[in-house]
């Protein structure tokens, strides 16, 4: 099962450019990573999923390097909108059950 | 289109006493997973359920139990409670072609006094 490793906290301003790292070095081949957003006492709202190279929403874009053991969310330009908490979720197959594992979150605070 | 609903929103109970909370998934999706998160921690899988079996359960004792309805609503049951049981319980659900795009309701607040 993938274990993952985000820093706790970070601190930014409005208007620059946010990269969160998720670590995951024993990720299985068939694993997906998806990353949510949570505010206080709100369930996580899905903000990207990924398996490999970059993918881009409107949102945020997920870079995953070809070793696929890290992943990066970028979120362009913050707003004090985006302070919440910010998980990774690495999940796949395991014998063809699926396993999921979420990381500790990272507490991102945008100051103005 | 409806989102994830969960009920109830609070919930009370003392130790010993069994808690049930509820989960109606978005229509159309199939999977229904739950989590707990304690307070100011992260979330930790529980169970998974997809067209009514349970498919893979996360570290938690036997009686954290669940199960799913043929209308893919589902139930999580929790036996014998004890004071670390109290947390946010949430529940998502997702579909077939992307089961990691998850949609969470807003959770059941479970307190054990």
């Known amino acids: 099962l993938a274990k993952t490793t985000q820093p706790i906290s970070m601190d930014s301003y409005e208007g620059q450019e946010v990269n969160i790292t998720c670590s995951h070095n024993n990720i299985a081949t068939n694993d997906y990573i998806t990353w949510y957003q949570q505010f206080p006492s709100q369930g996580p709202r899905f903000i990207i999923q990924g398996y490999k190279t970059k993918v881009t929403n409107e949102v945020a874009s997920l870079f995953i390097p070809a070793d696929r053991k890290s992943s990066t969310l970028s979120l362009p330009r913050v707003s004090l909108s985006d302070t919440a908490v910010y998980y990774c979720?690495?999940?796949?197959?395991?014998?063809?059950?699926?396993?999921?594992?979420f990381g500790s979150g990272t507490r991102l605070q945008v100051q103005p | 289109e409806a989102g994830v609903t969960q009920s109830p929103t609070h919930l009370i109970k003392t130790r010993g006493q069994q808690a049930t909370l509820r989960c109606s998934p978005i229509?159309?999706?199939?999977?229904v997973y739950w989590y707990q998160q304690a307070l100011g921690l992260g979330l930790q899988f529980l169970l998974w359920?997809?067209?009514?079996?349970?498919?893979n359960r996360g570290n938690f004792p036997p009686r954290f139990s669940g199960r799913q309805f043929p209308n893919y609503s589902s139930e999580l049951n929790v036996n014998a409670l004890e004071l670390e049981d109290s947390a946010l319980y949430l529940c998502?659900?997702?579909?077939?072609?992307?089961?990691?795009?998850?949609?969470f309701g807003p959770g059941t607040r479970l307190t054990v006094t």
């Open positions: 229509s159309g999706h199939t999977s």
């Open positions: 359920y997809d067209e009514g079996e349970e498919r």
């Open positions: 979720l690495v999940g796949g197959l395991i014998a063809g059950r699926r396993a999921l594992t």
């Open positions: 998502a659900s997702a579909g077939g072609f992307s089961p990691y795009e998850q949609y």
